[in-house]
């Protein structure tokens, strides 16, 4: 079922739009914004919810955009706690070190979030934010080739370890059978990348 577009959304797109301008997907001249909107709508399989939709749109703007220009006090007093709440399950704490003990870090706090959560709202938006990164890893490595693995903080293997990880976790969760197994299919997919 398709979301109806609501004053909430428009807001949404709009607040979303405007905290990710200038910035880009990794290792490309893709506005960033794509992303958001393409895990709004991959929610949309699973789950007829404004609110979802709302929170994958936004999932990214506390952990992508400093404090000092929107911060979880601003996302809660434009969309209210509940949208705070899932949105920040599925943030990554800031630790702006580009070291590998940063990046793991980071990849814990995210991991103990969603493990600790039974609110399948942030489960699904963290499982189609995943989805779509794998899918244009995918995509990008068929143009890149193994190049495309410079542009991330992780080794090839660490960056499967957290889809892994959080695929793991999600298997202990009540969550959509096809879901799992589109997530399942994309990870393969990224396995098999050499």
Not at 93 to 108: F, G, L, M, N
Not at 142 to 164: M, P, Q, V
């Amino acid at each position: 079922m398709l979301m109806v577009y609501s004053e909430r959304i428009n807001k949404a797109i709009k607040v979303a739009t405007k905290l990710h301008e200038g910035q880009f997907r990794r290792g490309s001249t893709i506005p960033y914004i794509a992303h958001p909107f393409a895990v709004a709508l991959l929610t949309q399989r699973y789950a007829d919810s404004e609110d979802v939709f709302i929170g994958g749109i936004l999932h990214d703007v506390l952990e992508d955009v400093p404090n000092r220009i929107y911060d979880s006090n601003d996302l809660a007093e434009d969309f209210g706690y509940d949208i705070l709440n899932i949105v920040e399950t599925v943030s990554e704490p800031d630790i702006t070190a580009a070291t590998q003990e940063a990046w793991r870090a980071r990849k814990y706090v995210y991991l103990n979030n969603i493990q600790n959560t039974n609110d399948i709202r942030p489960l699904i938006i963290c499982a189609c934010d995943k989805m779509h990164n794998m899918g244009e890893l995918a995509y990008c490595y068929d143009e890149l080739g193994d190049s495309i693995w410079t542009y991330f903080a992780a080794k090839r293997e660490r960056e499967i370890w957290f889809f892994e990880s959080i695929l793991n976790i999600l298997h202990t969760k009540i969550l959509p059978t096809e879901m799992l197994d589109e997530y399942h299919e994309r990870l393969e997919k990224i396995r098999s990348l050499q």
